[in-house]
């Protein structure tokens, strides 16, 4: 059985950023859940979608990339060497897809019925499809994620049974993955008239598969290196190596299709123009694609185990920065606002990041994630073989520091292109109201008042009274909305008006304030009919 | 959605004939119960407690309010079909079914769909729903009963179109020659006449396509990318693990000299 022993914890800086971090997103959810989303978001109906699926979502799902990659690789092409990677990819797209259904439970207004497009359906919907996707990829996840709990357990049949599903379940992953990571491209396709033209292209669902998997492996190998670092188990370096040159392929295949795409419609030059989305575009492709296909490309700094994570590194944030320019940068211009996370929004996306990698830590601890045959091979002294980690000696936490790092320059680099770009945007031409009278004859030509409206009488009532439009409301400027805006109905329920007891509702403006004061009035006969009158003043 | 049937009613919006009294507006509100929002109506915008507004544009007054479309973008984002249109007209939404995605809102040419933001459990997509139970019991809806100058008519989408046809030719020179939402994303069931550019008012005149289909060209082509997907991989599977059988086995004929 499973043997936990656990330690006094050690009180560590990262220990300590945990706690506050994931205090202040306990925080946040409180406020998310009993105040709304428009005391904690930034979200309106001109800005929908925030970070919350700009990054939570179209980012956590992309982590699973790792996941159906590497499965195919290995369990379809049948390619074993990378046998030994398979479950920290795993691992990575099972955390990946339970942090967006997390993330989805703060975003969703009902989050409670998130499970109705499984029994609702609408096959015209690109997010019944993620929904489904979103679903059944969970579960084939946590199929392929089981054996190692299920061997940690000892529970043997389970473990065959799921053993010997595996190529099914693996064919359907990468099916469902493939299907969710475009269809998630697919999403934006119905606003064409909101995303950016940097952005927005018919091969959307095809931009973000390719991309995706690209950050597969960068994922793989950022995610390997870390961990090979914090849990001091070692890998083969040349796997990593070899991912780095299928990253760098797709990256390249991915720069090509994106940028003749971007020629044919016509857009390549608004990337060159001095605007917010030129320069968040630039900076999405040099600095996210580029940049890493060139390093990548380099045996020298591919073979180097800092270049190598640097490069990762690099694709990992180029990917994160094009989802939020999709998601966020591309949307500013037609919104009319400008969309900034709130803190609440910010810290509660820091606290499911955070909370991510609390469990991966976790599960490396007590589960047999990276494989034990390597340790027994380092044990037989094959470690002299592998490339030494001269290259970058340093401790753990200079790597942790330098992707930490790499991210704050990356958002405060964001934050001051948005700042400048908000500032330097040319204002949206205003909708013009016009200035003068509004010429009305048109339809003054047309206005019928409603006739004289006889109001019920009461026991006591005088006489017959007449409620005259003609006689309250000024033709040249009718304000329909001044009395009936809850005062008085528009639409009667019944043919009658009720009878206006002591006269309460002409009161109203009849206050002798206002207008003549009918209360104080002695002359009844000025609203109220003689019998005899009858109907005449009608 | 390509077989949508064609709806029966409509409103005319004659912005020529609008003179800004808010009968539209205040009518919508007592329908529809909702509170209070603006001090002065013609300042107002789409929220979720006000379903259609009046608004002063290029010195004329003009509505804005859901144009519920022939192909309604809304109803094809939808994923658990909360919102729905109907053969009479009317696209409306059903609280319990949805689940408060805000595709619907992020998707909407005419930025229409509005949702209850300061709910924090059961918010609600808002929007007009073209008083679909008063249509239903055969009455005219609620801004159209109101109005005192016919510059908003209720009516069979076929007549008002006519009708809107009629006014443009029995009186030159005072429209601009464009029925606004004929043609716009497919047609709709709000239809607008103008004496100037509809740009000018503030209406998207970019929208010549129904959008759903755009979204609908990819998710039809799943099924057979999901099959061929699965058969080819199966393939490359099968494959790939009979060429290692084959290594194995030739291996252990050949003893274990010729691999390394």
Same mark, same amino acid.
């Given at each position: 059985?499973?043997?936990?022993?656990?330690?006094?914890?050690?009180? $560590?800086? @990262?220990?300590? +950023?945990?706690?506050?971090?994931?205090?202040?997103?306990?925080?946040?959810?409180?406020?998310?859940?009993?105040?709304?989303?428009?005391?904690?978001?930034?979200?309106?109906?001109? =800005? #929908?979608?925030?970070?919350?699926?700009?990054?939570?979502?179209?980012?956590?799902?992309?982590?699973?990339?790792?996941?159906?990659?590497?499965?195919?690789?290995?369990?379809?092409?049948? +390619?074993?060497?990378?046998?030994?990677? +398979?479950?920290?990819?795993?691992?990575?797209?099972?955390?990946?897809?339970?942090?967006?259904?997390?993330?989805?439970?703060?975003?969703?207004?009902? #989050?409670?019925?998130?499970?109705?497009?499984?029994?609702? @359906?609408?096959?015209?919907?690109?997010?019944?499809?993620?929904?489904?996707?979103?679903?059944?990829?969970?579960?084939?996840?946590?199929?392929?994620?089981?054996?190692?709990?299920?061997?940690?357990?000892?529970?043997?049949?389970?473990?065959?049974?799921?053993?010997?599903?595996?190529?099914?379940?693996?064919?359907?992953?990468?099916?469902?993955?493939?299907?969710?990571?475009?269809?998630?491209?697919?999403?934006?396709?119905?606003?064409?008239?909101?995303?950016?033209?940097?952005?927005?292209? #018919?091969?959307? #669902?095809?931009?973000?598969?390719?991309?995706?998997?690209?950050?597969?492996?960068?994922?793989?190998?950022?995610?390997?290196?870390?961990?090979?670092?914090?849990?001091?188990?070692?890998?083969?370096?040349?796997?990593? $190596?070899?991912?780095?040159?299928?990253?760098?392929?797709?990256?390249?295949?991915?720069?090509?299709?994106?940028?003749?795409?971007?020629?044919?419609?016509?857009?390549?030059?608004?990337?060159?123009?001095?605007?917010?989305?030129?320069?968040?575009?630039?900076?999405?492709?040099?600095?996210?694609?580029?940049?890493?296909?060139?390093?990548? =490309?380099?045996?020298?700094?591919?073979?180097?185990? =800092?270049?190598?994570?640097?490069?990762?590194?690099?694709?990992?944030?180029?990917?994160?920065?094009?989802?939020?320019?999709?998601?966020?940068?591309?949307?500013?211009?037609?919104?009319?606002?400008?969309?900034?996370?709130? @803190?609440?929004?910010?810290?509660?996306?820091?606290?499911?990041?955070? =909370?991510?990698?609390?469990?991966?830590?976790?599960?490396?601890?007590?589960?047999?994630?990276?494989?034990?045959?390597?340790?027994?091979?380092?044990?037989?002294?094959?470690?002299?073989?592998?490339?030494?980690?001269?290259?970058?000696?340093?401790?753990?936490?200079?790597?942790?520091?330098?992707?930490?790092?790499?991210?704050?320059?990356?958002?405060?680099?964001?934050?001051?292109?948005?700042?400048?770009?908000?500032?330097?945007?040319?204002?949206?031409?205003?909708?013009?109201?016009?200035?003068?009278?509004?010429?009305?004859?048109?339809?003054?030509?047309?206005?019928?008042?409603?006739?004289?409206?006889?109001?019920?009488?009461?026991?006591?009532?005088?006489?017959?009274?007449?409620?005259?439009?003609?006689?309250?409301?000024?033709?040249?400027?009718?304000?329909?909305?001044?009395?009936?805006?809850?005062?008085?109905?528009?639409?009667?329920?019944?043919?009658? +008006?009720?009878?206006?007891?002591?006269?309460?509702?002409?009161?109203?403006?009849?206050?002798?304030?206002?207008?003549?004061?009918?209360?104080?009035?002695?002359?009844?006969?000025?609203?109220?009919?003689?019998?005899?009158?009858?109907?005449?003043?009608? | 959605?390509?077989?949508?049937?064609?709806?029966?009613?409509?409103?005319?919006?004659?912005?020529?004939? %609008?003179?800004?009294?808010?009968? %539209?507006?205040?009518?919508?509100?007592?329908? /529809?119960?909702?509170?209070?929002?603006?001090?002065?109506?013609?300042?107002?915008?789409?929220?979720?407690?006000?379903?259609?507004?009046?608004?002063?544009? /290029?010195?004329?007054?003009?509505?804005?309010?859901?144009?519920?479309? /022939?192909?309604?973008?809304?109803?094809?984002?939808?994923?658990?079909?909360?919102?729905?249109?109907?053969?009479?007209?009317?696209?409306?939404?059903?609280?319990?079914?949805?689940?408060?995605?805000?595709?619907?809102?992020?998707?909407?040419?005419?930025?229409?769909?509005?949702?209850?933001?300061?709910?924090?459990?059961?918010?609600?997509?808002?929007?007009?729903?073209?008083?679909?139970?008063?249509?239903?019991?055969?009455?005219?809806?609620?801004?159209?009963?109101?109005?005192?100058?016919?510059?908003?008519?209720?009516?069979?989408?076929?007549?008002?179109?006519?009708?809107?046809?009629?006014?443009?030719?029995?009186?030159?020179?005072?429209?601009?020659?464009?029925?606004?939402?004929?043609?716009?994303?497919?047609?709709?069931?709000?239809?607008?006449?103008?004496?100037?550019?509809?740009?000018?008012?503030?209406?998207?005149?970019?929208?010549?396509?129904?959008?759903?289909?755009?979204? &609908? /060209?990819?998710?039809?082509?799943?099924?057979?990318?999901?099959?061929?997907?699965?058969?080819?991989?199966?393939?490359? &599977?099968?494959?790939?693990?009979?060429?290692?059988?084959?290594?194995?086995?030739?291996?252990?004929?050949?003893?274990?000299?010729?691999?390394?």
């Amino acid at each position: 059985m499973l043997k936990i022993a656990l330690p006094r914890p050690r009180i $560590t800086f @990262w220990r300590v +950023i945990l706690v506050i971090v994931l205090a202040a997103g306990a925080y946040a959810t409180f406020l998310r859940f009993t105040k709304g989303l428009s005391a904690t978001t930034n979200l309106s109906a001109q =800005f #929908p979608w925030g970070v919350w699926i700009g990054f939570d979502v179209l980012c956590g799902v992309a982590l699973a990339a790792g996941g159906f990659t590497i499965s195919a690789v290995v369990y379809i092409f049948h +390619i074993e060497k990378y046998h030994p990677i +398979i479950r920290p990819t795993i691992l990575t797209a099972f955390l990946g897809y339970s942090l967006v259904i997390l993330g989805l439970m703060f975003d969703l207004g009902r #989050p409670y019925n998130v499970w109705h497009p499984l029994i609702m @359906w609408n096959p015209h919907s690109v997010m019944f499809e993620v929904g489904w996707c979103v679903t059944l990829y969970t579960t084939v996840l946590m199929l392929e994620f089981s054996p190692m709990v299920l061997e940690k357990l000892a529970w043997k049949q389970p473990y065959k049974i799921i053993k010997s599903i595996t190529i099914p379940l693996v064919i359907l992953g990468v099916l469902l993955s493939t299907m969710h990571q475009s269809s998630l491209g697919t999403l934006y396709l119905i606003v064409p008239h909101k995303l950016h033209a940097l952005w927005y292209s #018919p091969l959307l #669902p095809i931009f973000f598969f390719i991309s995706a998997i690209a950050l597969g492996c960068a994922m793989t190998i950022f995610e390997s290196y870390l961990s090979l670092r914090a849990f001091r188990k070692h890998l083969d370096f040349q796997l990593l $190596t070899r991912l780095g040159a299928v990253a760098a392929v797709t990256l390249s295949v991915y720069l090509v299709i994106r940028l003749t795409d971007m020629q044919s419609r016509g857009v390549l030059s608004l990337a060159f123009q001095p605007t917010y989305e030129g320069r968040m575009f630039l900076a999405e492709m040099l600095l996210g694609v580029v940049a890493p296909i060139i390093m990548l =490309f380099n045996p020298r700094i591919r073979n180097n185990e =800092f270049g190598l994570f640097v490069a990762a590194l690099m694709v990992v944030l180029g990917f994160v920065m094009n989802r939020i320019n999709v998601a966020i940068t591309g949307m500013d211009q037609s919104s009319g606002v400008h969309y900034f996370p709130s @803190w609440s929004e910010l810290s509660i996306t820091a606290s499911i990041v955070a =909370f991510g990698f609390l469990l991966f830590g976790l599960a490396v601890k007590y589960l047999d994630v990276f494989p034990p045959e390597d340790m027994k091979k380092i044990a037989r002294g094959n470690r002299a073989q592998l490339p030494a980690l001269a290259a970058f000696r340093a401790p753990l936490w200079s790597a942790t520091t330098l992707a930490f790092v790499m991210c704050l320059i990356f958002m405060g680099g964001t934050v001051v292109l948005s700042y400048d770009g908000i500032r330097r945007r040319p204002a949206p031409a205003p909708l013009v109201e016009g200035s003068g009278v509004v010429d009305i004859s048109h339809g003054l030509a047309e206005l019928r008042m409603p006739e004289a409206i006889a109001i019920k009488m009461g026991p006591t009532s005088p006489g017959q009274c007449f409620f005259s439009h003609a006689r309250h409301v000024k033709r040249e400027n009718p304000n329909c909305s001044a009395c009936h805006s809850g005062l008085f109905r528009m639409l009667p329920t019944t043919p009658d +008006i009720t009878p206006d007891r002591k006269m309460r509702n002409c009161g109203v403006c009849h206050d002798g304030v206002k207008a003549v004061g009918i209360l104080q009035e002695e002359r009844c006969d000025s609203c109220h009919l003689n019998k005899s009158a009858g109907l005449a003043r009608s | 959605m390509d077989t949508q049937t064609v709806a029966k009613k409509a409103l005319l919006f004659d912005s020529t004939r %609008c003179i800004g009294c808010g009968a %539209c507006y205040s009518a919508c509100k007592e329908r /529809n119960q909702l509170p209070r929002t603006a001090v002065n109506f013609l300042s107002d915008n789409l929220s979720a407690d006000t379903f259609t507004v009046v608004n002063r544009r /290029n010195n004329r007054y003009v509505r804005r309010m859901c144009m519920h479309c /022939n192909e309604p973008t809304c109803v094809s984002v939808c994923p658990v079909g909360a919102l729905d249109k109907s053969s009479a007209g009317p696209v409306s939404y059903e609280a319990s079914k949805c689940m408060g995605c805000r595709y619907c809102v992020q998707a909407c040419p005419f930025s229409v769909p509005q949702y209850e933001w300061d709910d924090p459990i059961t918010p609600r997509v808002r929007k007009c729903d073209m008083c679909r139970d008063r249509i239903a019991a055969g009455v005219a809806t609620a801004c159209a009963t109101v109005c005192p100058t016919g510059a908003t008519r209720f009516g069979s989408r076929d007549e008002l179109i006519a009708e809107a046809q009629a006014r443009i030719r029995d009186n030159p020179g005072r429209y601009v020659d464009h029925i606004y939402g004929l043609a716009e994303v497919g047609g709709t069931s709000v239809l607008m006449l103008s004496d100037v550019p509809f740009e000018t008012l503030g209406y998207r005149t970019d929208l010549s396509q129904p959008l759903p289909h755009l979204t &609908w /060209n990819v998710l039809h082509k799943l099924p057979t990318v999901v099959s061929i997907g699965g058969v080819l991989m199966s393939g490359i &599977w099968w494959i790939t693990k009979r060429r290692e059988d084959v290594r194995r086995a030739e291996r252990e004929e050949n003893g274990t000299s010729s691999s390394s």
